[in-house]
């Protein structure tokens, strides 16, 4: 069998800018959309907007470092870094599907790992989804390394409440511990993100016997959960009023909190790896993580 190499096409990677964001957008719906129609896999984003809307708030985030490919002065591409926290965080990339196996993936990916170097960013993290293969190989090749598998859980709320496990919206006063938390787990903070959520109005806490022994930034695929114990995260869990698409992200080495989302209903929409380069650190304690880490 002669398999083909691809023809590569000339691409222009710039910064991306506000009127980018519809066209990026829709982009990211096609591209995501394809493939999960290839594999016989539910759209990750269910409409355009549904893609659209993360990547315009992306492209106005003032903490996000953004690009776009441009083919014969046509966005074909976009990508993006997370720049919230000590880790920054990679995605969601995405090529026109016309346009893809022709190296644009990869050229979006050397410009946010260069900007990376650039920062002296001492890590740099994805969630990648597990069947596609061509991200997979991609990052790989970039020294990416996979340290896990997360399940994207989906479903009903569960909406119990756990005795002895307070769960109540976090406040600014709130804020030191959840680092302190986040760093003794994972041994950095996710300050940036941990402030946002507090702001808007999604944090939550756990208190158990008088002190914060979790959080969670809102039980989503876009945010992260952080606590001692696993019945700490099953109470974060078990108050939230929805879990949106695709659902939060479970370690799967994490085999009774798995299960304890199966037993309650809960379904898995797919699989993910975590890729890192740079600074890692196993964690010690129960986590969720977001789909940037
Ligand atoms: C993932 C994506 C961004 C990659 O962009 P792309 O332009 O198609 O990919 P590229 O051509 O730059 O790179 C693909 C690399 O993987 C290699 N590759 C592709 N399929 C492979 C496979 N099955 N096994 C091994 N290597 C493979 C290619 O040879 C190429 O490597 P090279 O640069 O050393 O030649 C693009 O396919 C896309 O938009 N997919 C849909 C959205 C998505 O999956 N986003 C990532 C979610 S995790």
């Given at each position: ?5 691809p023809?590569?096409?000339?691409v222009r990677?710039?910064?991306a ?7 990026a957008?829709?982009?990211?719906y ?6 999960a129609d290839?594999?016989?896999?539910p ?16 492209i ?10 441009e083919?014969?002065?046509r ?5 993006f870094?997370?720049e919230?926290?000590t880790?920054?965080a990679i995605?969601?990339i995405?090529?026109d599907?016309?346009s893809?196996d022709?190296?644009?993936?990869r ?15 001492p890590?740099?993290?994805l ?5 596609h293969?061509?991200?997979?190989s ?5 020294g990416?390394?996979v340290?896990g598998?997360?399940a ?15 769960v109540r919206?976090?406040?600014?006063d ?10 003794r787990v994972?041994?950095h ?12 109005g999604?944090a ?10 979790g959080?969670?930034?809102r039980?989503?695929y ?7 114990t ?6 974060l ?5 929805d ?8 370690p ?5 909190l798995?299960?304890w989302?199966?037993d ?19 964690p010690?304690g129960?986590?969720?993580?977001s789909v940037g880490?």
């Amino acid at each position: 069998m002669t398999i083909e190499a691809p023809e590569r096409v000339n691409v222009r990677i710039r910064e991306a800018v506000d009127a980018d964001w519809e066209e990026a957008g829709r982009i990211c719906y096609e591209a995501f959309a394809s493939l999960a129609d290839q594999h016989g896999f539910p759209h990750d984003f269910p409409t355009v907007a549904a893609a659209a809307e993360p990547i315009r708030w992306l492209i106005n985030h003032p903490r996000v470092y953004s690009v776009v490919a441009e083919r014969d002065g046509r966005v074909v591409g976009s990508n993006f870094l997370d720049e919230r926290g000590t880790i920054s965080a990679i995605g969601p990339i995405s090529v026109d599907p016309a346009s893809q196996d022709r190296h644009v993936g990869r050229l979006l990916m050397d410009a946010v790992l260069a900007r990376a170097r650039e920062r002296q960013a001492p890590g740099v993290r994805l969630l990648q989804i597990a069947y596609h293969n061509r991200s997979l190989s991609l990052y790989a090749k970039l020294g990416m390394q996979v340290r896990g598998a997360f399940a994207a859980m989906h479903g009903a709320p569960i909406l119990e409440r756990l005795p002895g496990y307070d769960v109540r919206p976090a406040t600014m006063d709130d804020e030191e511990v959840m680092n302190a938390l986040c760093v003794r787990v994972h041994g950095h903070a996710r300050a940036g993100e941990v402030r946002e959520a507090i702001d808007a109005g999604s944090a939550r806490v756990v208190q158990h016997l008088g002190r914060i022994s979790g959080y969670t930034t809102r039980i989503s695929y876009f945010a992260h959960s952080v606590a001692e114990t696993n019945v700490d995260l099953r109470a974060l869990i078990s108050e939230a009023e929805d879990f949106g698409t695709p659902g939060f992200l479970v370690p799967l080495e994490n085999a009774d909190l798995f299960r304890w989302c199966l037993d309650r209903g809960l379904r898995v929409f797919f699989v993910t790896n975590m890729m890192t380069l740079g600074l890692y650190q196993e964690p010690e304690g129960a986590y969720l993580p977001s789909v940037g880490y």
